[in-house]
Every structure is written in C-alpha cells, then in structure tokens.
C-alpha cells in the first residue's frame, strides 16, 4: 500500500521507548551544525507495520535535505527525521491478528477494533513526542525537537485526524486516504458487508448505531475523539438527511484545536474502502468556514487523485513530499520573522 520512491535509503535506528520499538529515520543525515529538528511522525496502514513507512521517510528526508544543501531551505533550516513505530496489535505489538482484520475476514468487533486501535495511535504518539528526545538528542550540544507533523495512511490517516485535534505540538499533518467521519465510513462499510444489524431494518440502517455492531459506548468515543463527532455531533446522518450545523460550536472548537494548523488531505477517486464521499459532507462545511473566517488561520488542502483506489502511489508520495517541504520553509520563516 505504501509507495516505493526511487530514493537511497536513510540510515535507520531503532529504540525502546516506554515499552514501544520506535524506528528513527535519517539522525545520520543531520548537518552537524544544525541546532533545531522538525520530526515527521509516520503512522503506517492497517495489516502494515512501521517498516512500511521506511521508503516515503526516505523521499522525504532526501529531498528536504537536498533544499537544506541547495540553499532553498531558509536561512537557518532545521534538521529532519521522521519517526515510525507498530500501532497497537500490530507489527512486534500484535497480540491476536483477527483483530486487525474486517468482519467479512471473521472479526465481529471490527468497528470497535478499529477505532480503538487508531485512537490508542494518536495517544502513543504524544507520549512518544514527551520522550523521543531525551533518548535520541541527550545532550547539551544535540539539537532541539522544535517541530512535529503527522503523516498518516489509511488507518493512520485516520489516526492523523486526532493527532491534529489533540495535541497542539503536532502543527501539520498529511491525511493519505483517510476519514474525518468514522461513523458515515462504518455505516456504509456495514452496508456494504451486509450486516444483519444494517440490513434487518427499515429503513435499512436506521438501528445500526447503537447496535452490537456499533455499540453506544462506542458512540460516546466517537462523539469526544473523532472529527465529525466531536466538531458537529449529531449533525451527519448516514442513512438520511442531515441536520443543520451547529457553526458557531464547531468555529470554537476548530479555533481551539486546529488554529495555525496545516492540513494536506489526499484521497483516491476510485477508493471503495475509504471513499471520498464519506469524508466529504465534514470537508464541505471545514472549507466554508475556513473561506469566512481568516482568523482561523488553518490551512486545508484537499487534493483527489483520479484512477486512484485505497492505495498510496507515487503521485501522492509526492505530493506529500514537497507539502511537508513547504510547510517546514514557512515555519523556518515564521521563527525568523520572531528573531
């Protein structure tokens, strides 16, 4: 699912970080002047593990550095390494793989293992960004972590999505065929999978939320933790029309969760797993307010690949690639404009 970029590998080291093998990519690579670091977070796919994510922190790594070495990187540039570990049940964290797997492949808590899983995700990841240092920059002469982002992929796209809403220190964040709202993505997953709890209703669906196969409790955790949910609750229907927003809750929260953050969202035309469309109605309305209100200062790119499925190819490699590059220029420039 991840892409293969023709770019020489970086060098690679591994440690253990509160009980979690954490791949750091490209330390070797660092100018020995440099005094600050921004640190690219790569959350791999569902079935995948952290090595997936080695290549595309390859080709970001090479070609922010190769702008580092021409000159186009600013004036006083930081370093960049890129971080990957195993989400949990997966990689040398798996404990039972069925739970990994979806409900046509016999996994009856499919729903609550995915959420879960991603959401436990974006929590190792701040735990990790409260620790990395102190293991890889441990001395008085290493450089500072000064900047982190998110790159995400499929389930770590999802994950994505709540690194942004929850921790303020991840400022930019790369959404690769991911989903904004868990509930339209399940409910039309259901749908399509035929469960009874979708199927044995009339209207089809009207009882599916709140089933075994999608729990209240469930609901709750999606309500405080996912985009749609927390940001507009009870505003999307998937099975009918959906109610008018509460704008003036989620320009609040947005403010409070988003403000100066930057977000590249990219998304397959042909993706039947996690189709655009059931992203779409949240992007829609995060678009309209982003255009009326400046003050947000949210960056939003939403960019659809045609001919794309739920897959990660080159052209999306990079076009992530020179995102990330861009938004570690402009935040060289908004340090030195405070200097």
């Known amino acids: 699912m991840a892409a293969t970029p023709p770019h020489p590998a970086v060098s690679s080291h591994t440690y253990t970080i509160a009980g979690v093998l954490v791949t750091v990519h490209g330390l070797a690579e660092l100018p020995p002047s440099v005094a600050a670091a921004a640190c690219l977070w790569l959350l791999h796919p569902r079935l995948q593990a952290r090595e997936t994510m080695a290549p595309i922190a390859a080709q970001v790594i090479s070609a922010w550095n190769a702008r580092v070495h021409s000159g186009t990187a ?25 739970h990994n797997e979806a409900w046509r492949q016999g996994n009856p808590r499919h729903v609550q293992d995915m959420f879960s899983c991603y959401h436990g995700t974006a929590t190792d990841t701040s735990l990790l960004i409260d620790h990395l240092e102190s293991y890889v920059f441990n001395t008085p002469a290493s450089p500072k972590i000064t900047h982190h982002l998110a ?46 709890t979708y199927t044995d209703t009339t209207p089809p669906g009207a009882s599916f939320l709140g089933s075994p196969d999608f729990p209240p409790a469930l609901r709750d955790a ?43 969202n990219l998304s397959g035309k042909a993706d039947k797993l996690v189709p655009y469309a059931a992203g779409e109605p949240f992007y829609k309305i995060l678009k309209h307010v982003l255009s009326r209100d400046e003050s947000l200062q949210i960056g939003f790119d939403d960019v659809l690949f045609d001919g794309v499925g739920h897959a990660f190819p080159q052209s999306m490699a990079d076009k992530a690639t020179e995102w990330i590059c861009e938004v570690l220029v402009g935040e060289e420039r908004d340090v030195t404009s405070k200097i």
């Open 74 to 98: 600013g004036r006083h540039p930081n370093g960049l390494v890129a971080v990957a570990f195993d989400q949990r049940n997966h990689g040398s964290r798996c404990v039972d793989p069925l």
């Open 151 to 196: 790159l995400g992929i499929s389930l770590g796209g999802h994950a994505t999505w709540h690194c942004l809403l929850s921790d303020p220190r991840i400022t930019a964040g790369v959404v690769a065929i991911g989903c904004p709202d868990y509930t339209r993505l399940m409910t039309d997953r259901a749908r399509l999978s035929k469960r009874t």
């Open 222 to 264: 999606v309500a405080q933790y996912d985009p749609a949910g927390l940001l507009l609750p009870a505003h999307f229907n998937p099975v009918g029309a959906d109610s008018p927003p509460s704008l003036d809750r989620f320009k609040l929260l947005v403010r409070e969760r988003l403000h100066g953050k930057k977000i590249l």
